[in-house]
């Protein structure tokens, strides 16, 4: 096994782990955990895959992927109603699978022969389209409409190992970094609220000021 493909394995195993987690939040069954778990941990591969024309999808191809969902699920399954704030914990392990998957889906769209700014959009799929599937199955507010840097940390992690590839650095460096680089920015705005600047928008025009304006005539 290799470096990458161990990293694969852990960011899905650590994905599942927060698909689990909101499960037990849902007080689902097991099948449900493992369900949620599954999804969350190979939704966002599954959509790279697809969007990269990479088919079968990784999980077809190789079975392991759902069967280490699955031990995710049940290890949460037992455990979880030790844990005082699981969210709290399922913020900070989206953290670091985000930190990974930034940097697994950008080396795969490489390693397919895609340009780098493919890889670097592919990175930001995996690494965010398997946490939003699972917010939108347990009825929970997404990650992604958090004020806190979220995508911007996908596509640092990304944009890291893309560029040190483009340098010819070796490969395993280059992931560290890329991945280090996501969950330190994920990571501070968990810890300080970094955030960037919101959209502020101006008020809309009422009715009567249409008509002044000739936009609205009146009837």
């Given at each position: 096994?290799?470096?990458?493909d161990f990293?694969?394995?852990?960011?899905?195993?650590?994905f599942?782990?927060t698909g689990?987690?909101?499960?037990?939040?849902?007080r689902?069954?097991?099948?449900?955990?493992?369900f949620?778990a599954?999804?969350?941990?190979?939704?966002?591969?599954?959509v790279r895959?697809l969007?990269?024309?990479?088919?079968?999808?990784?999980?077809?191809?190789?079975?392991?992927?759902?069967?280490?969902?699955?031990c995710?699920a049940?290890?949460?399954y037992?455990t979880?109603?030790?844990?005082e704030s699981?969210?709290?914990?399922?913020?900070w392990?989206?953290a670091?699978?985000?930190?990974m998957f930034?940097?697994?889906g950008a080396e795969?769209?490489l390693?397919?022969g895609?340009n780098?700014w493919v890889?670097?959009v592919a990175?930001?799929?995996t690494a965010t389209?398997?946490g939003?599937?699972?917010?939108?199955?347990?009825?929970q507010p997404?990650?992604?409409?958090?004020r806190?840097?979220?995508i911007?940390a996908?596509l640092?992690?990304?944009?890291?190992f893309?560029?040190l590839?483009?340098?010819?650095?070796?490969?395993?460096?280059?992931?560290?970094?890329?991945?280090?680089?996501?969950?330190?920015?994920?990571?501070?705005?968990?810890?300080?609220?970094?955030?960037?600047?919101?959209?502020k928008?101006r008020r809309?025009r009422?009715?009567?000021?249409?008509?002044?304006?000739?936009?609205v005539?009146?009837?």
């Amino acid at each position: 096994m290799t470096f990458i493909d161990f990293l694969d394995y852990a960011g899905v195993f650590v994905f599942a782990a927060t698909g689990a987690l909101a499960a037990s939040r849902c007080r689902l069954d097991i099948i449900g955990f493992i369900f949620l778990a599954n999804m969350t941990g190979v939704g966002g591969g599954t959509v790279r895959d697809l969007v990269l024309g990479n088919t079968p999808v990784n999980w077809v191809r190789e079975p392991l992927y759902l069967l280490i969902g699955t031990c995710a699920a049940i290890l949460v399954y037992f455990t979880a109603h030790r844990v005082e704030s699981r969210y709290r914990i399922l913020l900070w392990l989206d953290a670091i699978g985000m930190a990974m998957f930034s940097v697994m889906g950008a080396e795969k769209a490489l390693q397919l022969g895609f340009n780098a700014w493919v890889a670097i959009v592919a990175g930001v799929f995996t690494a965010t389209l398997g946490g939003v599937m699972r917010d939108i199955m347990s009825g929970q507010p997404s990650v992604l409409m958090r004020r806190e840097i979220y995508i911007s940390a996908a596509l640092a992690g990304a944009g890291t190992f893309v560029a040190l590839e483009a340098l010819k650095v070796p490969t395993t460096i280059s992931v560290i970094a890329g991945t280090a680089i996501a969950f330190s920015i994920r990571g501070g705005a968990l810890q300080y609220g970094w955030m960037l600047p919101a959209h502020k928008a101006r008020r809309g025009r009422t009715e009567e000021e249409l008509k002044r304006d000739g936009i609205v005539r009146d009837e």
